[in-house]
């Protein structure tokens, strides 16, 4: 059976920094042809690219807001057509937080983060899935959150996203397990990125390994996950949190 | 854009062959629960003949479908 990247390509959303774009290196660095979406980080995602390219790997940068229902089909035509083959490997990245308390938390900071955190990733996933289906091959991976397993005071909205993806990725798992299609959560704790960049410091005694993750350990999980080496692994959540939901 | 009733049913018969049962066994009277075509099938024969002959077709629709035969003629009145 030849490796996946060889018949398709991969999609990484929220790529032009922190976890997605130590994920769309990696990736590349495993031999898939990546495209790195963007919303506004044009800058941010042309480094990576140029990363990618220098290092002999293939990258495609990628606008486009993940809330936005048309994104997915412009996405996906954008990358069948610069690399004529179809996506076999999606990593649903992008996110965002708005944090409040739920009691003063406004139907805005809610609706923002469930539908970028949640519903976007839904229908990307939908569309990567037709595609998938007829290859008989494929891998998703949600990039969920520890706050989806723990509770985090003032990120509701976050959390139920969160842990939203996770149920939507178990679903959706077993409906397309018998066509060698996988989908898989990863669940990152307290990553060094500019997301939590403003998290207070006093968080990190919570952390059983006392210290932040990389984004790079968490890319190394993706990389697996796409991986043909873990066709049996699906409907999982991989805790990559220092122990933090353990 | 006119098809016939044999074209949709060679289409039908290599598709769903191609998610399993034998060929033999896929004739119009067989039923999908007998071919042991589940539903997610259906949504992938949808999208071959959404391709093929332009015509959509819905959740609802497949879920009247009990037969080869039922979708067959679905197709050729959907198409015609």
């Known amino acids: ?246 | 854009m006119s098809v016939t009733t044999e074209q949709v049913e060679g289409r039908v018969v290599e598709t769903l062959a191609s998610f399993g049962p034998d060929a033999s066994q896929i004739t119009r009277s067989a039923t999908f629960e007998e071919l042991d075509i589940d539903s997610l099938d259906l949504v992938e024969l949808a999208q071959v003949v959404e391709e093929e002959y332009g015509v959509v077709l819905k959740g609802e629709d497949m879920k009247e479908l009990k037969t080869v035969g039922d979708a067959v003629d679905l197709i050729v009145e959907r198409a015609g």
């Open chain 1, 1 to 246: 059976m030849p490796e996946l990247h060889e018949g398709g390509c991969a999609l990484v959303t929220g790529a032009s920094r922190g976890i997605g774009a130590a994920t769309a290196r990696a990736l590349a660095a495993d031999g898939w042809a990546v495209g790195v979406n963007y919303r506004s980080d044009a800058d941010g995602a042309a480094g990576v690219v140029d990363e990618i390219a220098s290092g002999g790997g293939q990258a495609l940068a990628l606008v486009g807001d993940v809330a936005d229902p048309a994104t997915p089909d412009a996405l996906f035509e954008a990358l069948e057509s610069q690399f004529g083959r179809p996506v076999l490997a999606l990593v649903n990245n992008a996110g965002i937080s708005i944090d409040d308390l739920t009691p003063t938390m406004s139907d805005d900071a809610w609706n923002a983060v469930i539908e970028t955190d949640l519903s976007a990733a839904f229908r990307l996933m939908r569309r990567a899935l037709r595609p998938m289906m007829r290859a008989r091959a494929g891998r998703i991976v949600n990039i969920s959150s520890v706050v989806g397993l723990r509770a985090n005071p003032g990120q509701a909205n976050y959390a139920a996203a969160k842990a939203g993806l996770i149920a939507l990725t178990k679903t959706t798992a077993v409906e397309v397990a018998r066509r060698g299609i996988t989908i898989n959560a990863v669940a990152p704790g307290w990553i060094d990125t500019d997301m939590t960049a403003d998290v207070s410091s006093d968080l990190l005694a919570q952390v059983p390994a006392r210290r932040a993750g990389t984004p790079e350990e968490v890319a190394a999980c993706v990389s697996f996950l796409a991986s043909s080496q873990a066709a049996y692994v699906t409907g999982a959540v991989l805790s990559v949190d220092g122990g933090l939901a353990a």
